[in-house]
């Protein structure tokens, strides 16, 4: 069965340095969604692509968040500099299409800790 | 601002039993509703969803109504102990270039016990 594919699985990095995850969609999605999931909360949507535009940003802080999908399949999220508040699960997810009936798939996620 | 909301944190059943699982949400134009479970150290995986029209939707033990104004409630039936896991309730927007985005509630931790 084919999967939402995330690395690291883990990352542990000091505050002020700069930190990447990668994701890889399932194969034909082109809807792509970065989660963020803090603990005790659910996961709250970062941004999403349909192919390789931006459709949605407006709860990433932009100041130190950045994301890419240059060729509309992989992704990759960068925080820099990183804040101990960024510590959370970082949660990738695709779907087929932005449409309904909004299933999306999700990535193991990627736990950072900000030291 | 919390759209969706799932009070309560945690809840304990006993194999065999009904455990029925609520969310509440305050946005009136959301559209369809999924829930999804979630294992420790993995990502979470769909479970069911219904649309907003519709006010039941069954999938072998697991049965999501949507009944009451802006409530639904997630009901498995009979409970088993790899039933255990967090269970979140989303919701989505049918609109605009956000199609398809999820709004998630805090989660229930449900536990089984034999």
């Known amino acids: 069965e084919a999967e939402v594919a995330q690395s690291p699985r883990y990352k542990i990095t000091e505050k002020s340095q700069a930190v990447a995850f990668w994701c890889d969609p399932i194969?034909?999605?082109?809807?792509l969604y970065w989660y963020r999931q803090i603990l005790g909360q659910g996961p709250e949507l970062l941004v999403q692509?349909?192919?390789?535009?931006?459709?949605?940003d407006s709860q990433l802080p932009k100041d130190r968040f950045s994301a890419e999908r240059l060729k509309g399949v992989d992704s990759t999220l960068k925080i820099q500099p990183a804040e101990l508040g960024d510590s959370a699960m970082y949660l990738c997810?695709?779907?087929?299409?932005?449409?309904?009936?909004?299933?999306?798939?999700f990535g193991p996620g990627t736990r950072l800790t900000v030291t | 601002d919390q759209q969706v909301k799932q009070n309560s944190p945690s809840l304990s059943v006993q194999e065999g039993r009904i455990s029925i699982l609520n969310c509440d949400y305050t946005?009136?134009?959301?559209?369809?509703f999924l829930w999804y479970k979630k294992y420790p150290a993995e990502g979470p995986t769909f479970l069911i969803s219904i649309s907003s029209i519709k006010d039941k939707n069954e999938d072998g033990r697991f049965t999501v109504l949507n009944k009451s104004a802006k409530h639904l409630s997630l009901h498995i039936v009979p409970s088993q102990p790899g039933d255990s896991a967090v269970y979140f309730c989303a919701a989505s927007l049918d609109r605009g270039s956000t199609l398809g985005r999820l709004y998630f509630g805090r989660g229930t931790q449900l536990t089984v016990w034999p």
């Open positions: 946005n009136s134009m959301f559209d369809y």
């Open positions: 194969s034909g999605h082109a809807t």
């Open positions: 997810a695709s779907s087929y299409s932005g449409t309904s009936p909004y299933e999306q798939y």
């Open positions: 692509f349909q192919d390789e535009s931006v459709v949605d």
